[in-house]
């Protein structure tokens, strides 16, 4: 786990066949109000909170996961994550936490082949990924947690319930997988994606007073990020409709 300024850490994700998302701790450790942004993939839930508890967090100081979207390589470990921080809470945007309620895995999945595929390389039952949510979040939210101010930005287009967060006092975007720092995007051909929203989404982003990019995947940057994202928007917007 690596500290990326005070009251936020990251613990970078393990790719297999399919990605594992990278892991964002948020929230200074004396708040004891930590919140864990995306769990990553299946499996490897264990994994993740070892990393957490040699980085000198405890477990119950962690009250909620926090979703940027549902994607299998972000939430697939979530059932491990919660027999182990079995009181936090989970939020998630209102349309993707409208899906999970319902137990409808479509987004979670993406499209039928990598349904099929996540059904036989990791047994996942249809219904395995019908939670509860405890906070559904909607655009322009502004979350005062562990110390740090955060608004929430509805960013659409890899997903249809994307958010990102925002801190301006330190100037830090969590865009998920809207935006990479190496000059790429996330894709948009799953279910529930839009690529003119993505554009628009990017265009957004763009506007920020960011220095520090820290997505689902990659690298992470520790300053500059408002060039990167406007240079992968000029590189990408001509294929994004
Ligand atoms: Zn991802
Ligand atoms: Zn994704």
Redesign the pocket.
């Known amino acids: 786990m690596e500290k990326v300024i005070e009251g936020i850490y990251f613990i970078p994700g393990r790719d297999e066949m399919i990605p594992d998302s990278h892991v964002y701790i948020l929230g200074e450790s004396h708040s004891r109000d930590l919140s864990m942004l995306d769990v990553g993939l299946m499996g490897r839930g264990d994994e993740k909170l070892d990393h957490i508890e040699q980085g000198g967090i405890r477990l119950e100081d962690i009250k909620r996961i926090i979703l940027t979207?549902t994607?299998f390589?972000?939430i697939g470990c979530i059932k491990e994550i919660i027999a182990g921080l079995p009181d936090a809470e989970i939020w998630v945007h209102q349309i993707e936490g409208d899906y999970l309620e319902r137990g409808d895995e479509k987004i979670i999945h993406g499209n039928e082949m990598f349904a099929g595929f996540i059904r036989s390389q990791y047994g996942v039952k249809d219904g395995f990924y019908q939670l509860s949510v405890h906070r559904k979040l909607s655009e322009g939210d502004v979350l005062e947690i562990g110390g740090l101010s955060w608004e929430v930005l509805h960013i659409p287009g890899?997903?249809a319930g994307g958010i990102g967060l925002y801190n301006p006092k330190n100037k830090v975007l969590i865009p998920?997988?809207t935006v990479y720092a190496d000059y790429n995007i996330?894709r948009f051909d799953l279910y529930s994606a839009d690529g003119n929203q993505l554009r628009h989404s990017l265009e957004r982003l763009s506007q920020l007073e960011a220095e520090i990019l820290l997505p689902?995947h990659n690298r992470i940057l520790k300053e500059g990020a408002r060039e990167s994202i406007r240079e992968t928007l000029v590189r990408w917007k001509q294929y994004l409709g």
């Open positions: 979207h994607h390589d972000h890899h997903s998920g997988d996330g689902g």
